[in-house]
Each structure stands twice: as C-alpha cells, then as structure tokens.
C-alpha cells in the first residue's frame, strides 16, 4: 500500500482559497491514482475530484468543478488539491486516497485502499 500524510487545511472566510497537499510514500514506483474525498456531519463520505498517474485524466463532483483543481507532481509523490472561491458547505473533512498499480481516474472509494488521516477544512460565512 500507499501511505499518505495530509496537510493544508484550516479556517478560512467564504470566498477565500486553501491548498491541500497529500504527499505519498511506499510503493508508489509503478503509479498510482489519486483521489480527494470529503465528509461532512450527517452526510455521507463524496468524491471531491480525482486524478490518473499521468495527470491527463480528471474528474470533479459537480458541486466543486471551476472552484477546485486537482494536480499532481510524480516526482515529489505530492498530490494537490486547490480550492478556490470555497463556500460554507464546502466545510467538512477532507480525505486523500490512493491504490497503487491502478493509473486511470477513478471516483469511486472502493477503488482505493490507502487512505490519508483526513483534515478538517471549516468555511466561514
């Protein structure tokens, strides 16, 4: 497996912006997709948006897509998540994922079996 340390979330106003970095370690030589998940009280956890190794295949829930931008860096094993124009609802726990030897996107979490220790992203109005 993929082991994932999370960092880049926090407090911020509506309409402001967080970086959140997922920087990956293990076996992660023969490629592995990535994935951004959140959580939020009472809800069920949802795909945020996710990315092939390559980087040329991505996918946004709709509630995020032209706000928030996945990338990647292979050589620093560093997975990124840029959001944009964040909204109160967008507050929940934010969770990187991974599955070593799979390299299209993916959107679903079953397809991943490595997981960061989630970090709490809070928007407030």
């Known amino acids: 497996q993929v082991q994932l340390v999370e960092s880049g979330g926090g407090l911020v106003q509506a309409g402001g912006s967080l970086r959140l970095s997922c920087v990956a370690s293990g076996r992660t030589f023969d490629g592995y997709a990535m994935g951004w998940f959140r959580q939020a009280p009472g809800k069920e956890r949802e795909s945020v948006a996710s990315i092939s190794w390559s980087g040329g295949g991505t996918y946004y829930a709709d509630s995020v897509k032209g706000r928030f931008t996945i990338s990647r860096d292979n050589a620093k094993n560093t997975g990124y998540l840029q959001m944009n124009s964040l909204k109160p609802e967008d507050t929940a726990v934010y969770y990187c994922?991974?599955?070593?030897?799979?390299?299209?996107?993916?959107?679903?979490?079953?397809?991943?079996?490595?997981w960061g220790q989630g970090t709490q992203v809070t928007v407030s109005s």
């Open positions: 994922a991974a599955r070593r030897g799979i390299r299209v996107v993916s959107s679903r979490d079953s397809d991943y079996d490595s």
